[in-house]
């Protein structure tokens, strides 16, 4: 069996220069080497007077919430990768996207439906738009212009 051994470092720094430059620090590592194998974390904050961070070092980062009922993981960063479990982001600029299933629009037309649909699995698109005039379908079947009461006034593409 090899050499196992475990260690908690704080550490807590003040400066204020005569130069008038100021910086607070505090530290906290965790570290444990067990048969060879060494695994630290680490949680740095602090202030330069011109910047304030926190720094966190670790394999697995994760904020949990168990206070109402079964633990429950709000996120986690492991890997390279961040798991949500559900996001709202306001504006987001994506250099490449990978979407599993389904991508759909928020808003809908009169019948409830998507305005825009794709399901990547089986390659399936759905446009819709919609105005007192009547309505217009877009999907890989073709395309469907439908008067203000439902009735179907032109079909293009596969007409079965």
């Known amino acids: ?14 400066v204020a220069g005569v130069d008038g430059k100021v910086s607070a620090i505090s530290s906290w590592k965790t570290e444990t080497n067990a048969s060879g194998k060494k695994v630290a974390t680490g ?54 996207l990978v979407v599993g299933m389904t991508l759909r629009s928020q808003a809908v037309n009169a019948q409830g439906l998507p305005l825009i649909e794709i399901n990547l699995a089986s390659g399936s698109f759905t446009v819709r738009g919609q105005d007192a005039n009547g309505s217009t379908l877009l999907n890989n079947g073709g395309l469907y212009v439908y008067d203000a009461n439902g009735i179907e006034r032109t079909a293009v593409g596969r007409l079965t």
């Open 43 to 96: 949680i740095i904050q602090g202030s330069d007077g011109t910047v304030g961070e926190i720094l966190l070092s670790a394999d697995r980062v994760a904020i949990i919430n168990g206070l109402n009922g079964p633990e429950a993981s709000l996120f986690v960063f492991q890997d390279g990768q961040l798991f949500l479990n559900s996001a709202l982001i306001n504006q987001a600029f994506i250099q490449s």
């Open 1 to 14: 069996m090899g050499q196992t051994n475990a260690s908690v470092q704080q550490v807590s720094e003040v």
